[in-house]
């Protein structure tokens, strides 16, 4: 079935650094692919998304490429800041299909 | 316009006993999802519902757990005789449409505690 794998947590910076947080899917076909973002004691808003290969999904200086020939999507920003410290989850949803599967989550931590 | 909303946002249970999650969709939103998160873990997928009608439950439990989605009200998800393995998070999500590049949006989520 289905599966998306998350680089494994917790990740900590210092503020100003180079952020990369790695995923990688399994799916038939051609899936719609996402990043969430759940702030502590809150729900999941999406970050952003791509929906077919070579699309780069973009949002507050975060960017993420589908790439189809190596299955992955992984989350890059240039400069974090203390206020990107949550919980980020990868996520796709196969063409056809309305369930979302969720990876497993990479905390991050970024320290002033 | 206003969220996904869900009530209560925090729910103590002893075992045995029902829960019962309340999630109102974002207005204009006909399609509702139910997730669980277990402790440190991702979401999985429940069910999938329209109004009136349940188009996927591939991922509920086959026993103690129901859910509903009435022509006027909020979903409901019913959880009978809850156990300490059903403490988690359970959040709601909606879309507008059957579209497969459409945005769920994410409510808060219910956080329930069973002791």
């Known amino acids: 079935g289905d599966s998306v794998t998350q680089m494994e947590g917790p990740v900590t910076l210092s503020e100003e650094a180079f952020l990369t947080i790695n995923c990688t899917y399994t799916?038939?076909?051609?899936?719609?692919l996402f990043w969430y973002v759940q702030y502590p004691g809150e729900g999941l808003q999406l970050l952003l998304k791509a929906t077919k290969a070579d699309d780069k999904g973009s949002n507050k200086g975060f960017e993420a490429t589908y790439r189809k020939e190596t299955t992955s999507f992984h989350l890059e920003k240039g400069s974090v800041q203390v206020s990107d410290s949550a919980v980020y989850f990868c996520a796709l949803r196969s063409s056809g299909a309305q369930k979302l599967v969720f990876g497993q989550g990479t905390r991050l931590t970024i320290n002033p | 316009n206003a969220g996904v909303m869900q009530n209560p946002r925090h729910l103590v249970r002893r075992r045995g006993q029902e829960a019962r999650l309340r999630c109102s969709p974002m207005?204009?939103?006909?399609?509702v999802y139910w997730y669980r998160q277990l402790p440190e873990e991702g979401l999985k997928f429940m069910v999938y519902?329209?109004?009136?009608?349940?188009?996927?439950e591939s991922g509920m439990p086959k026993e103690r757990f129901s859910a509903e989605f009435p022509k006027e009200g909020p979903s409901i998800l019913r959880i009978q005789q809850v156990v300490r393995g059903d403490s988690a998070a359970y959040f709601c999500?909606?879309?507008?449409?059957?579209?497969?590049?459409?945005?769920?949006?994410f409510g808060p989520g219910t956080r329930l505690l069973v002791l």
């Open positions: 519902l329209q109004k009136e009608n349940i188009i996927d």
């Open positions: 207005k204009g939103h006909s399609h």
């Open positions: 999500a909606s879309s507008p449409f059957l579209d497969s590049e459409e945005t769920q949006y």
């Open positions: 799916a038939t076909g051609y899936p719609s």
